[in-house]
């Protein structure tokens, strides 16, 4: 019963690097999302992937890209990190128009 | 994008009290959501609402879905410690999850 799961938990990045957030889901939903979460604002959306084969800019795409591997897994790539994307990363799931299911979050600190 | 303002931003109560909290957006919604986030954990759903006047129980917590489509309230009856944490309301103009827009959250501190 593991929802969805992300990996890492933790990851500290020096600016320019280059990394991949890997998510997973084990509830046959079809579509999943990329959100981060910075202090004092509430979740915005990266990326989403309404279905296998489909990714789709949210409102702060900017500096990700994203690949929708299969229909349980969904990754977050920063090409070349910058300290303005130091957040905490939720990946989410959900079926079309059901509520959405969060994994525990990746924190990502970029100095 | 749409604007929704959550308030109050933080909450100290006794525990036993009674909680409320509201969010207004600036347009219509079809959708309202509320989540709890505890530390280190990402957002569980606490209560769906998809119609107008719509008053929705879970447990201890009833949240609304205001009759104008641009507010909700929850509402927290004899509070416990394990409600400690934050929550956000979220909502959509339509009944998809990529507009939804999120709330910035209350955060729930029970005093001992």
């Known amino acids: 019963n593991a929802g969805v799961t992300q990996t890492p938990k933790f990851q500290v990045l020096k600016t320019g690097q280059s990394m991949t957030l890997q998510c997973a889901q084990d509830m046959n939903h079809n579509s999943m999302y990329w959100y981060r979460q910075d202090p004092g604002m509430g979740l915005r959306l990266i990326y989403y992937?309404?279905?296998?084969?489909?990714?789709d800019k949210g409102e702060v795409p900017n500096g990700y890209n994203v690949s929708r591997l299969n229909k349980r897994e969904f990754s977050l790539r920063l090409e070349s990190a910058a300290p303005s994307q130091t957040s905490v990363y939720f990946c989410a799931s959900s079926q079309v128009v059901s509520p959405l299911h969060f994994g525990n979050g990746t924190r990502l600190t970029v100095t | 994008g749409q604007q929704l303002n959550q308030s109050p931003q933080s909450m100290f109560i006794q525990e036993g009290e009674d909680v409320s909290m509201n969010c207004t957006s600036s347009s219509i919604f079809n959708t309202w959501l509320w989540y709890k986030q505890d530390p280190g954990e990402g957002p569980v759903l606490l209560i769906a609402l998809y119609k107008a006047g719509e008053l929705t129980s879970n447990g201890r917590l009833t949240a609304q879905f205001g009759i104008t489509r641009k507010d909700s309230f929850l509402n927290i009856s004899a509070s416990i410690p394990s409600d400690v944490g934050i929550y956000f309301c979220a909502g959509s103009a339509n009944f998809g999850n990529e507009k939804l827009t999120f709330g910035t959250g209350t955060r729930l501190t029970i005093i001992p």
């Open positions: 992937s309404a279905s296998e084969g489909t990714t």
